[in-house]
């Protein structure tokens, strides 16, 4: 059976994934983290495949089917993951508005038309840029909407010359350090904001560069398990639409946090795991993740937004050898339980001086 995205589906979410520092240019923010409140995530590439074998088969790397890495039942083989770097995109770099789709719908279905499909990322109105030290250490984060596992990449291209995924791949970023951080958005207990009360959680940060693309490219794992409620692979050979509701109960969808022996590899903390969970938000109706209903039913109030509340940050180094001047990052997002690769881009400045924007 062809390898399908999982996008369209009934209750399904309008987007999986997005930047949210520095700020992307579709309304990616640290206080909605992965709600996708508007057109934050809907950036995307379906329907592809890497176009050799697998290069990522070490368990410690994998985020789905981990204890299979080849046979019949190594369902993910082909996806974007298993060879981070090599599956082609649409677009140059910064994702493209609904992927291969007609048309984009919310949560609730109906149609969303911020901007034509098709729309390609690297032509939205650039924002304020963010200003970069050169040879400096600055935090980067994005956040889950929809958890297809895999792992992500941050890359820069100069704004002044032909931006475009080759271009991307000259300049991916090492990231710094060992560990990365949890960071609470808008979250509310009992109708009452509690972001500010949450604290960063430390995590180890996993990082990729063997099997990588470019070779040697540093990449990090997904640091959030899904739930292995049972094998993806026994929804092969259903008819699409079949397939894509089989594929996300196989990982959970709508759990809030995987039941016990159903993670896909061991949680960072306890509870934190889940494909697409639900939580309380302080956002308004006019969000097309605000919901007031689960797949049992009415969720009561106050609505709940879909996706997890925090985003995944790191921190990167920036080159000392660039030129000054005007840049676009990249964050590019190679899943592994679907043939989607996920991209947003922001706006950076490079300056000599030491110093930077960091992260309110």
């Known amino acids: 059976m062809a390898r ?31 709600s996708c409140a508007w057109d934050d995530c809907i950036w995307y590439t379906d329907f592809v495949e ?28 082909k996806n974007p993951w298993r ?44 924002q304020e840029p963010t200003q970069w030290a050169l040879g400096s250490v600055q935090e980067v984060a994005w956040a889950i909407a929809a958890n297809h596992g895999g792992g992500y990449s941050y890359r820069l291209c100069p704004k002044g010359g032909n931006v475009s995924e080759e271009c991307f791949q000259q300049h991916v970023l090492k990231f710094a350090g060992d560990k990365q951080w949890l960071i609470y958005g808008n979250v509310t207990q009992m109708g009452e904001s509690i972001a500010s009360e949450m604290p960063r959680l430390e995590l180890p940060l996993i990082r990729v560069t063997e099997g990588t693309f470019p070779e040697g490219s540093e990449w990090a794992r997904n640091p959030i398990p899904s739930c292995d409620m049972f094998s993806q692979a026994d929804c092969e050979g259903l008819p699409q639409k ?32 889940g494909h697409v969970p639900w939580w309380r938000s302080g956002l308004g109706p006019m969000t097309p993740q605000w919901s007031t209903h689960l797949m049992g039913g009415s969720a009561g109030l106050p609505p709940i937004s879909r996706g997890f509340p925090f985003s995944v940050a790191d921190l990167v180094q920036v080159p000392p050898d ?6 676009l990052l990249s964050w590019r997002w190679d899943c592994e339980q679907s043939t989607q690769v996920w991209q ?12 930077g924007t960091i992260l309110p």
């Not at 979410?13 to 640290?30: A, E, K």
């Not at 176009?51 to 985020?63: A, S, Y």
């Not at 947003?344 to 030491?354: H, L, Y």
Request: glycine share 14%.
């Open 50 to 77: 890497i176009p050799g074998e697998p290069t990522v088969n070490d368990e410690e790397f994998r985020t789905f089917n981990v204890k299979v890495a080849s046979g019949a039942r190594d369902f993910t083989r």
């Open 83 to 126: 060879a981070p770097g090599t599956a082609p995109v649409l677009g140059r770099g910064c994702g493209i508005y609904g992927g291969k789709q007609d048309f984009v719908e919310d949560s609730s279905g109906d149609l969303l038309g911020i901007h034509p499909p098709g729309t390609d990322g690297v032509d939205l109105p650039a």
């Open 344 to 355: 947003n881009c922001a706006d950076i400045q490079i300056v000599s001086a030491e110093g």
């Open 4 to 34: 399908l995205a999982y996008f369209l589906a009934p209750l399904s979410v309008s987007g999986h994934g997005t930047l949210t520092w520095p700020p992307n240019r579709v309304n990616g923010s640290m206080a909605n983290a992965g």
């Open 322 to 327: 660039l030129e000054v001047g005007e840049y």
């Open 242 to 273: 079949q397939y894509i509701s089989c594929a996300q109960a196989a990982s959970g969808y709508d759990v809030v946090t995987c039941p016990p022996g159903s993670i896909q590899f061991p949680e960072p903390y306890p509870g934190l795991s």
